[in-house]
């Protein structure tokens, strides 16, 4: 099955720094890659998503990258804001057996430091 | 729209115990997930229904039982609680379109287990 893998576990950076979380995935079929966000005590939320066939997408502060030879994808964030103060997931999906699986990475929890 | 509603919120269990954890979306969703997060160790998919009619097993069932009573519902039931089955538990609904599978979570359930 998939496996997703993704580092760091644990994120400081000062606010106004960016923030770089990456992940690696190991099916090749995967072809949809979403992140997303959890605040404390929150349910996650999607806040960007990529799929195969792009390299990069960005969303004002956010962007994610993918390399589809590597099997590697990364969430940046330019401008921290003590408000991205969170733990974000990355994911890779994929079709099988008629239904869309999703396999989440373990989270990376970010503190920025105003 | 309410999206994803779980219930209860929060339950402490006694070992042996046995409860059932109640999720219902309102987005005509076919696909529904029960999964579990625990520090560390990510979302881990428990059970899924790709649609109304079917389960299936994810990645850490054992200890848990799931019914898909309708479309809008999919409920998570512990039998003899444990305590390693002390967690978060998030349930999340999905429809996929095309390439996409965003995932919409419920609030969660924190379950104690003494």
């Known amino acids: 099955g998939e496996n997703v893998e993704q580092h760091p576990s644990t994120l400081s950076v000062q606010e106004g720094d960016s923030a770089v979380i990456k992940c690696t995935y190991s099916?090749?079929?995967?072809?949809?890659f979403p992140w997303y966000k959890q605040e404390l005590g929150k349910r996650p939320q999607l806040i960007i998503d990529i799929r195969s066939n792009v390299g990069e997408k960005k969303d004002q502060r956010i962007a994610v990258t993918l390399n589809k030879t590597a099997k590697h994808f990364s969430l940046h964030i330019t401008e921290t804001q003590p408000e991205d103060s969170a733990v974000y997931f990355c994911a890779a999906s994929k079709i099988s057996g008629g239904y869309q699986k999703v396999t989440f990475g373990i989270g990376t929890k970010l503190q920025v430091i105003p | 729209n309410a999206g994803v509603t779980q219930t209860p919120k929060f339950q402490v269990l006694k070992t042996g115990q046995s409860m059932t954890l109640q999720c219902a979306q309102d987005m005509n969703h076919n696909s529904m997930y029960w999964y579990r997060q625990d520090p560390g160790m990510g979302l881990r998919l428990i059970y899924y229904?790709?649609?109304?009619?079917?389960?299936d097993k994810g990645e850490v069932p054992n200890g848990y039982n799931v019914s898909r009573l309708n479309k809008r519902e999919f409920s998570l039931r512990l039998e003899s609680a444990a305590p390693s089955q002390t967690s978060v538990y998030f349930c999340?609904?999905?429809?996929?379109?095309?390439?996409?599978?965003?995932?919409?979570f419920g609030a969660g359930t924190r379950l104690s287990v003494l």
């Open positions: 999340a609904s999905s429809e996929a379109q095309g390439f996409k599978n965003i995932q919409y």
């Open positions: 099916d090749s079929a995967s072809n949809y």
């Open positions: 229904s790709a649609s109304e009619g079917t389960t």
